[in-house]
């Protein structure tokens, strides 16, 4: 905690929407190496609990954010409260998935560049964890011929 000061607005218009007495608290960010001035109503709460409060609310800011970017998801299919409940806890375990795949694979994946691979691939039968940690360097070839489709009406030379 760097600062903890209570403060008012003293503009003519903002002093007017909120007369009250603010609370300004600046935090050190050690991830980012840079300072946090937040300001608050809530005079009770301690400069570290404010501090914590918005670091983690950042991440679930990022984790929606990433949910919406990867997932493409810009509305709900459904409008009822089940459907639209329904497909956040399957954005939530997809999301969830990727990040595991992603934390167990060799290769360093970014996990937007995982989604769009994931994506591309999602019906080839592949060895998933070999494809996740060797993909990117390595050609696939031509399939074993038992599993070429089509096969079906195609006639073996003997």
């Known amino acids: 905690m760097l600062k903890d000061e ?7 218009q903002s002093s007017k929407k909120y007369p009250g007495e603010l609370r300004r608290v600046a ?3 050690d991830q980012n190496q840079q300072v946090i001035e937040l300001i608050t109503t809530h005079p009770g709460w301690t400069a570290n609990t404010i501090g914590e409060l918005y670091k983690s609310r950042w991440q679930i800011e990022n984790f929606f954010r990433e949910i919406k970017q990867l ?3 810009k509305s709900f299919i459904g409008t009822s409260e089940n459907a639209v ?3 956040i806890w399957t954005a939530l375990i997809i999301i969830g998935i990727l990040k595991v795949l992603k934390q167990i694979a ?16 999602l019906f080839v039968k ?7 940690n060797y993909y990117p360097f390595e050609s696939r ?15 073996r030379k003997k």
Not at 6 to 12: A, D, M, N, T
Not at 111 to 121: D, E, M, T, W
């Open 85 to 87: 409940m329904i497909q």
């Open 71 to 73: 997932l493409h998801i």
């Open 27 to 29: 935090v050190w960010d």
């Open 126 to 132: 592949i060895d998933l964890q070999h494809w996740l």
């Open 141 to 155: 070839g031509d399939p074993p011929e038992s599993i070429i489709q089509g096969t079906l009406f195609l006639t």
């Open 6 to 12: 209570r403060i008012q607005l003293s503009g003519p």
């Open 106 to 121: 060799k290769h360093r994946w970014y996990l937007s560049n995982l989604v769009g691979f994931i994506r591309l691939n």
